[in-house]
């Protein structure tokens, strides 16, 4: 019967307080984030402090993904209906026809480092030539943060051995040697520093300055039928943000308890990033731009592009209410 009386709200266009009012429990909005990633803390705010609840929807966390490319292979496979991403591994699935989503919002810009072995002779980047480093993936912020610091080191990506691990097995790999360096979001670099075993030779916004990172999307198909939820959806993510701005400790400590770290490593970490929910255009034609130079992807016109892949309507929505 609830099945039935979902479908008439669906066909006669409803919203879904008038299917709340029938008596229904509308399904879930199935939300994914990266395992771990500092920079999904607006995500974890809103769960822990009933952001969401009190904007009218219910969500469940449908994934919890080791790097960008998983959460766009989920998508792809039609499991999850928004998630917390980088803003790289979206725009190279969209750009290359894998998945139809659109960015709602941002979530951080900063936030990542290339890390080496505190006891390592390397102290710049043209040290790096002929050592292996660990990226957590393909087409994802952190290989174009570090493609992007090599080429303002001068130094070709080919002087490299250039790995794929999970930054949760980077510390690992950096302390038996596997890798001499690695790039990761927030918190790894930070907890390399606090166990003793790693030292930041760059941080990405020395790379980058203000460069967007994460980003809000969501499934086109899910956007056309359900764009109150996307609304609120939004609507809670920026209160989270400002909860993380006015609530330091708080948030950390809610940080603590989705990545399992230790509240010092999560303070220093949370130093390295800057939450927002402001939309970076400019940022994501550079993403454009860098991906095409890459030949991973292929765009005519990247202004198009980019006008097409974010949303800035829904944001502004929820910032004028």
């Given at each position: 019967?609830?099945?039935?009386?979902?479908?008439?709200?669906?066909?006669?266009?409803?919203?879904?307080?008038?299917c709340e009012?029938?008596?229904?429990?509308?399904?879930p909005?199935?939300?994914?984030y990266?395992?771990?990633?500092?920079?999904?803390?607006?995500?974890?705010?809103?769960l822990?402090?009933?952001?969401?609840?009190?904007?009218?929807?219910?969500?469940?966390?449908?994934g919890?993904?080791?790097?960008?490319?998983?959460?766009?292979?989920?998508?792809?496979?039609?499991?999850?209906?928004?998630?917390?991403?980088?803003?790289?591994?979206?725009?190279?699935?969209?750009a290359n026809?894998?998945?139809?989503?659109?960015?709602l919002?941002?979530?951080?810009?900063?936030?990542?480092?290339?890390?080496?072995?505190?006891?390592?002779?390397?102290?710049?980047?043209?040290?790096?030539?002929?050592?292996?480093?660990?990226?957590?993936?393909?087409?994802?912020?952190?290989?174009?943060?570090?493609?992007?610091?090599?080429?303002q080191?001068?130094?070709?990506?080919?002087?490299?051995?250039?790995?794929?691990?999970?930054?949760?097995?980077?510390?690992?790999a950096?302390?038996t040697?596997?890798?001499?360096?690695f790039?990761?979001?927030?918190?790894?670099?930070?907890?390399?520093?606090?166990?003793?075993?790693?030292?930041?030779?760059?941080?990405s916004?020395?790379?980058?300055?203000?460069?967007?990172?994460?980003?809000?999307?969501?499934?086109?198909?899910?956007?056309?039928?359900?764009?109150?939820?996307?609304?609120?959806?939004?609507?809670?993510?920026?209160?989270?943000i400002?909860?993380?701005?006015?609530?330091?400790?708080?948030?950390?400590?809610?940080?603590?308890?989705?990545?399992?770290?230790?509240?010092?490593?999560?303070?220093?970490?949370?130093?390295?990033?800057?939450?927002?929910?402001?939309?970076?255009?400019?940022?994501?034609?550079?993403?454009v731009?860098?991906?095409?130079?890459?030949?991973?992807?292929?765009?005519?016109?990247?202004?198009?592009?980019?006008?097409?892949?974010?949303?800035?309507?829904?944001?502004?929505?929820?910032?004028?209410?």
């Amino acid at each position: 019967m609830r099945k039935v009386v979902l479908l008439i709200c669906l066909v006669l266009g409803m919203t879904s307080a008038a299917c709340e009012a029938l008596g229904v429990e509308e399904e879930p909005i199935r939300i994914s984030y990266l395992q771990s990633d500092l920079h999904h803390l607006p995500l974890w705010v809103a769960l822990d402090k009933g952001f969401f609840d009190e904007a009218g929807v219910t969500v469940e966390v449908a994934g919890i993904f080791r790097a960008g490319p998983e959460t766009m292979s989920a998508f792809a496979a039609g499991s999850l209906d928004i998630a917390y991403v980088g803003q790289a591994p979206a725009t190279t699935a969209v750009a290359n026809g894998a998945v139809r989503v659109t960015v709602l919002a941002q979530v951080n810009t900063a936030g990542s480092a290339v890390v080496v072995n505190s006891r390592s002779t390397i102290r710049n980047l043209a040290d790096l030539a002929g050592k292996t480093v660990a990226i957590p993936g393909h087409s994802t912020v952190q290989e174009l943060v570090l493609r992007k610091a090599l080429k303002q080191g001068d130094l070709p990506l080919s002087k490299l051995g250039i790995i794929v691990l999970k930054p949760p097995e980077m510390i690992g790999a950096l302390i038996t040697g596997q890798i001499n360096a690695f790039v990761a979001w927030e918190p790894f670099p930070a907890k390399a520093v606090t166990e003793k075993q790693g030292r930041v030779l760059v941080a990405s916004s020395a790379v980058w300055p203000d460069h967007p990172c994460c980003v809000v999307v969501a499934d086109n198909g899910f956007l056309r039928k359900h764009r109150d939820k996307a609304v609120a959806v939004v609507k809670a993510h920026v209160r989270a943000i400002e909860f993380i701005r006015n609530n330091n400790e708080e948030a950390a400590r809610i940080a603590a308890k989705y990545t399992g770290m230790d509240m010092e490593t999560i303070r220093l970490a949370m130093q390295n990033v800057a939450y927002t929910s402001k939309l970076s255009i400019a940022g994501e034609r550079e993403y454009v731009t860098f991906l095409r130079e890459m030949k991973l992807i292929s765009v005519d016109d990247p202004d198009r592009f980019t006008r097409d892949f974010i949303d800035g309507t829904i944001l502004e929505q929820v910032s004028a209410k």
